[in-house]
């Protein structure tokens, strides 16, 4: 029996007013989304430059809202949701991983895993443990106290991942975690990810320019000019 979605799309559009094009012009960021991901899946959502990938996950991450349509993921009317609900949604369910790494530079290694529990208000002791078990688990037991600075891509985007899963949740959002790493990088980040979903039951949600993981990937949604292209899409080959 297949899964239960994790997250379940429904005619999700969001617009976005242009500027400079006079009053009410606006243009569809994604249009019409309907769509299921099962729990316990290893998504990919490809598409070119602007077809709506950004836009797609900052919705089923709570940080945005639809302008029609409906998002139901990991338990949570996200159309209807008030802001605190939102705010836990997103602190507890979503586990945010981008291209840019997002780190904050003045914090080491572990202060930067372990903000998501001071943001949560959990205590700090156990959770510099919880940090640096996962810090372990991820091969940076060593690079505990450096800062950003001081460390490769490849690194830094497991900092980023240890900081997603600090809050242990169950899905894992990730926005072209592998396009500033070179390809061996970029395929240990995948085997990671890879793994959240195969030995820890999470989702993972990735959208990504790169063919590295598809061979891994368990379902694949492909966008078009914000909209889903499935069988119809064009060619990506030089997105
Ligand atoms: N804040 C915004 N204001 C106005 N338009 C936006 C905004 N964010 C995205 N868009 C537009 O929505 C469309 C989808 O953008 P999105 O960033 O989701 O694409 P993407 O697939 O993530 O692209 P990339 O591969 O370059 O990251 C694009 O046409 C983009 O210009
Ligand atoms: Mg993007």
């Given amino acids: 029996m297949p899964s239960a979605p ?19 012009a606006v243009h569809a960021g994604v249009r019409d989304i309907s769509a299921n991901i099962p729990a316990g899946a290893f998504a990919l959502l490809k598409g070119a430059s602007g077809s709506g990938k950004t836009t797609l996950l900052s919705l089923i991450g709570g940080m945005d ?37 997002n780190l904050l530079p003045t914090l080491s290694v572990l202060e930067n895993a372990v903000l998501p529990a001071i943001l949560d208000r959990r205590t700090e002791a156990r959770a510099k443990d919880h940090a640096r078990n996962l810090l372990t688990w991820l091969g940076l037991e060593h690079r505990l106290h450096h800062t950003p600075d001081q460390l490769s891509g490849g690194e830094m985007q497991r900092t980023a991942i240890a900081r997603a899963l600090l809050n242990d949740p169950p899905l894992i959002l990730a926005d072209e975690p592998t396009g500033n790493l070179d390809s061996r990088s970029a395929a240990l980040v995948i085997d990671l990810l890879l793994a959240l979903v195969t030995d820890q039951g999470r989702t993972v949600i990735m959208a990504t320019h790169s063919d590295q993981a598809d061979a891994v990937a ?19 080959s030089d997105s």
Avoid at 6 to 24: F, M, Q
Avoid at 81 to 98: I, N, T
Wanted: aromatic fraction near 6%; hydrophobic fraction near 35%; include cysteine.
């Fill in 65 to 101: 809202r639809p302008d029609s349509g409906s998002l139901h993921v990991a338990g949570t009317i996200l159309e209807s949701a008030a802001d605190h609900e939102l705010d836990s949604f997103r602190r507890r369910k979503v586990g945010f991983v981008f291209q840019t790494f």
């Fill in 6 to 24: 994790i997250a379940a799309l429904k005619h999700v559009t969001r617009r976005y007013r242009v500027p400079n094009h006079g009053e009410g």
């Fill in 218 to 236: 368990s379902l694949v949604l492909r966008l078009h000019d914000g909209e889903l292209c499935g069988d119809a899409c064009p060619n990506l």
